[in-house]
């Protein structure tokens, strides 16, 4: 039973999706872009908050952790004071345990020995800078060294004065933190220790890389006024983060100042991330919007596309065909339908194609069967076949299939599909071209014939003077008067005349035969024969020209002779050709004695391991000059003055369509030559030992 037809291409206007109502539509997408709006705005404002709240909490850690940095530091100072106290009556410890401290304390600018009543016994100035108090008095800053000594001695504690500015060289200054710690001998207080901090170093010993990177740090009044400050980042004075450092006798006001500004939309990674999901989101709705208009845009697209290509399809002259896993046609375009006479709904119903001649039709589901059961490899098309066709007035015409899997979109294969060209057309303009071959090769043959004619008369003229001498003589014996009887010696006179007669006049008809059977046209066909007959059909015409030309014919031929299958009449005259070019050769520079043609043939290995048949002639002439052997086999190309310039090109094309090729070699010089003189042309050709080829049809 055979598959319904598949169902034609809907017509674009039925491609258009229904008009629906816009209103409602438009309403719901305009809340949903509100909605949007709203929730993304929302989102950015808390990301800001976020990253504001993130930066202050940093802000926050880079003040304690400078604070503890301060507390470390201050601890360290008051442990080495400590240790200036004074050792008996060793001299110069106390000035070296000085300078030591300062070297390792690099914020320290100075340190004093003062006795009980607070006079400088000894100094030691810092060894980085020049002396603290070389543009300004020291008696000028007592006043809080006093005081911190006077609560030092009641507490007995490490006391820190106020901060004072100490103006410095270049018109510059410094923050100064004056510490004094009491020193005691043996229980009883023996004096002080006063060493000055430079705050502005000390800020910069406990900076550190990581916490001045991002953060200003500085030493501020209760009122803000700065006292002093490290690094060189300005703060943005937005996040801002101030700690008490409490020390013995005094407090410090510490603030760690960000650089960073207040997040703004884009340069901030978290909210641009916010932003472009939010930009992200509102166009993919505004692709949503126009989603249903772009539809029925590519929906009208994809009709035209389609008709486009029906309309291509329909335009070739080229026949398409689409065949199921089945076997059955599901598509052909009209050329395909004009090629073999049915029409699209009769090849698609089908249960076996049309096409198909009766006689090869069980054979051709034979092979379709076949090709079915082993399948077909998608990713590798089937080269093109020829096969036969039929039309519907029952004309049966050669074709050419290129087919390939037909593959979906999932590359599964559902069928094939298939070019066919109609060689119609093609085989008559070739049988046209043999057809015209073949009267060239006939034209050909008559006029190597007219060429030989002087030599045929001369040939012929032997025997027939024989035959006339010897059927006048038999005439004047049967005129002489007899006794009344024929005697023996008579009857043996006339039977020899006439056995001479018979032997001449045959000789005749064999040169007769020769010439007729070589000018004849025969249908061309090939045949198995050997060899050895092909050269002695043409012996006898070559030995006409030899014998004009005083060239003597060797045929050397191999044993047992070879078997060849040719067409017997081309062949024959590509060996008479070479032959009589070969003995034309040798005609005008090569002595008598030396004028000697010989016939050659030979079996050798092919290329691809096959047995070829070479046939070879060669001459004694004086060779092929180099400018004419570029243009040897060239059409019209000839050296002679009646020449017409078509022998050698029409044996090479006779041994090409025999499967063979053909070349030429100039000989070497003869040994013993001394005018450096050729040694003759050699020209062969190849015919393959077995020419069959066996031709088949597929569908």
Not at 7 to 31: C, F, N, Q
Not at 175 to 192: H, K, N, S, W
Request: charged fraction near 25%; glycine fraction near 8%.
């Amino acid at each position: 039973m055979s598959d319904p037809a598949p169902p034609p291409p809907p017509k674009p206007s039925a491609l258009r999706a229904p008009r629906r109502p816009r209103t409602p539509r438009a309403l719901l997408w305009a809340a949903l872009v509100a909605l949007l709006l709203a929730v993304q705005a929302l989102l950015v404002v808390l990301t800001l908050r976020y990253e504001e709240a993130l930066a202050q909490e940093r802000t926050e850690e880079v003040a304690v952790a400078a604070m503890g940095e301060i507390r470390r530091h201050t601890q360290r100072l008051l442990q080495g004071m400590q240790g200036l106290q004074p050792r008996g009556d060793e001299p110069n410890v106390w000035a070296r345990n000085a300078d030591a401290l300062l070297r390792n304390q690099p914020e320290l600018g100075r340190i004093e020995r003062r006795d009980l009543n607070l006079r400088i016994v000894e100094a030691a100035e810092s060894p980085y800078r020049d002396p603290l108090y070389s543009h300004w008095p020291r008696s000028g800053a007592d006043l809080e060294v006093e005081a911190a000594c006077g609560a030092a001695r009641r507490q007995v504690t490490p006391v820190f004065a106020r901060s004072q500015f100490v103006p410095l060289a270049g018109g510059m200054g410094a923050e100064v933190v004056d510490v004094c710690v009491p020193m005691q001998e043996a229980g009883r207080l023996v004096g002080f220790t006063v060493a000055s901090l430079l705050l502005p170093q000390l800020l910069e010993e406990i900076r550190g890389a990581e916490l001045g990177r991002r953060h200003e740090l500085s030493f501020v009044e209760g009122d803000g006024t700065r006292l002093a400050r490290s690094g060189a980042v300005r703060g943005a004075g937005v996040f801002v983060a101030e700690r008490l450092v409490d020390l013995p006798g005094a407090a410090l006001q510490l603030r760690a100042d960000a650089v960073e500004r207040r997040p703004s939309l884009i340069p901030n990674l978290a909210t641009a991330l916010v932003l472009g999901l939010s930009i992200g989101l509102f166009v993919v709705v505004l692709l949503l919007v126009r989603d249903s208009r772009r539809r029925a845009r590519a929906e009208s697209l994809l009709a035209e596309a389609l008709a486009f290509r029906k309309a291509m399809e329909d335009s070739l002259i080229t026949g398409l065909r689409a065949r199921n896993r089945d076997g059955r046609i599901v598509y052909v375009n009209p050329a395909f339908c004009a090629m073999v006479g049915w029409s699209a709904d009769e090849l698609q119903r089908a249960d076996r194609p049309p096409y198909w001649p009766p006689e090869q039709a069980d054979e051709y589901q034979r092979r379709q069967a076949e090709r079915l059961a082993r399948g077909t490899d998608p990713a590798q098309a089937q080269a093109g076949y020829e096969t036969v066709f039929m039309r519907r007035n029952g004309e049966r015409f050669p074709v050419m299939i290129y087919e390939a899997p037909l593959v979906d979109g999932v590359g599964k294969q559902t069928g094939w599909m298939s070019a066919v060209l109609d060689l119609s057309a093609q085989r008559r303009v070739e049988d046209l071209s043999r057809q015209q071959q073949e009267r060239l090769q006939a034209t050909a043959r008559l006029a190597s014939v007219g060429e030989m004619a002087s030599l045929l008369s001369h040939e012929l003229n032997q025997p027939l003077s024989a035959i006339a001498s010897y059927a006048t003589g038999s005439l004047n014996l049967m005129a002489e008067p007899t006794a009344g009887a024929v005697d023996a010696e008579l009857l043996s006179m006339l039977r020899h005349a006439l056995e001479r007669i018979a032997e001449q006049a045959e000789r005749a008809g064999r040169v007769i035969k020769s010439v007729h059977d070589f000018v004849r046209r025969r249908h061309q066909a090939h045949e198995v024969l050997a060899a050895d007959l092909l050269i002695e059909s043409v012996l006898p015409l070559v030995r006409l020209q030899a014998r004009k030309s005083g060239v003597r014919i060797e045929v050397d031929v191999v044993q047992p002779p070879p078997r060849i299958k040719v067409d017997r009449t081309m062949v024959e005259q590509v060996l008479l050709n070479l032959a009589r070019n070969g003995i034309q050769a040798m005609e005008a520079d090569t002595p008598l004695a030396e004028r000697v043609l010989t016939l050659r043939v030979r079996l050798t290995g092919g290329a691809q391991g096959g047995r070829w048949v070479v046939f070879s002639v060669i001459d004694a002439g004086p060779g092929i000059a180099p400018e004419v052997a570029q243009r040897l086999f060239t059409p019209f190309f000839t050296t002679k003055a009646e020449g017409m310039g078509l022998g050698l090109s029409l044996c090479r094309t006779v041994v090409e369509q025999h499967g063979g090729a053909m070349d030429f070699e100039t000989l070497p010089p003869r040994p013993g030559s001394t005018d450096g003189r050729a040694g003759g042309t050699e020209f062969r050709f190849t015919l393959p030992l077995q020419a069959s080829r066996a031709i088949g049809t597929l569908e």
